[in-house]
């Protein structure tokens, strides 16, 4: 653990570097050697550190080289008539996975939430909460979820939210349509192309205007994005289904000046980063949003199972109020059963070891 601690201390302090333009782009880091004398730690701490960067895209190594700086937001494309600046894209990921639509991504070959735990777990809510399983759950989710979440968002995802800015729901695409009902159809909604076909459908189905973003080689392309009138836009980060295009670091600041010169929106859809193979967790658009402006999204249906019906959304502070407002009437679809046992698989620690198991899967094959 306390290896973890010292490259993921490294890697935050030159990612800090790296942003506030201590390291510019197309700067030369310090050698490995060199960064773990001035650091007093082993050059393969340095070197696990170094490896997130680059797969984060901060950093891109060179052979026989070294490590040069590719982070830049600096010069993000404003406008029609702005010079476009194209970051180095970070790597895709292998596809190593038997990809399917049906499941929006899922590994074929990862191990499976164990069923044994799941029954052990609801066997456990069902003795302990006794008939307060049949109570009827808060509109937004029943709190010994919602605190749950919060927790292993703190924990896992290093995003400090309180329970009432989550709101459960039965599934992604039942949350997508609350974002409609709460915005309004008169909004224009971006949606990448390609997408997990199911997105444009449910704006649509609610009577959203839509807009197809062509994505480039590190998310969509910036002439698209800056030229369309959307004004939430819905994306998926980390391996977007069907194209496997991460965001890089840069995209992922562009995307929130986006949102804040268009006075817009983010719906950040974190499908499937949890299981990320790096020896870290993706790092969210939510994170590093300070104006409010993003909604993240995620499932229970890819970390447990197809069988565990239940999505949430955590909201920014500043639209609390306005969604309590609009579609604060709506019942949550998930039954308080459910929701009690996916608490229970936090608390215990079960539902993160499920995950940590996934990525060491995923970093071996």
Partial sequence: MEKEKRYLQVYEQVREDIIKGRFPAGSKLPSKRVMAEAMGMSVI??????????EEGYIVPRQKSGYFVSFDDSDIYVGADSAVNSPVSRTAYDRRYNIKETDHGAGSNEPRFSYSIYAKTVRKVLSEFDDYIMQKSPKNGMLELRSAIAGYLSRSRRLKVSPDQIVIGAGAEYLYGLIVQTFGR??????????YQKI??????GGATIRMLKLGKDGIESDELWNSNAK???ITPYRSFPSGVT??????REYLKWSRKKDGFVVEDDFESEFTPSRKPEETIFSLDDQGRVIYVNTFTRTIGSYARCAYMVLP????????EKIGFYECPVP???????ASLIDSGDFERHINKVRR???NI
């Avoid at 701490?45 to 680059?54: F, K, M, S, V």
């Avoid at 008169?186 to 997408?195: A, I, K, L, T």
């Avoid at 965001?247 to 992922?252: N, T």
């Fill in 247 to 252: 965001a890089s670091a840069s995209k992922k």
């Fill in 200 to 205: 444009a459908k449910v704006y649509e189905a």
């Fill in 45 to 54: 701490t340095i070197e696990h550190a170094y490896e997130l960067l680059a």
């Fill in 336 to 342: 308080t059963l459910d929701q009690l046992v996916i």
């Fill in 361 to 363: 899967y995923n970093r």
């Fill in 317 to 324: 502070m500043n639209l609390v109020e306005s969604f309590t």
């Fill in 186 to 195: 008169s909004m224009v909604y971006g949606v990448e192309s390609p997408s």
């Fill in 232 to 234: 939430i836009l819905h």
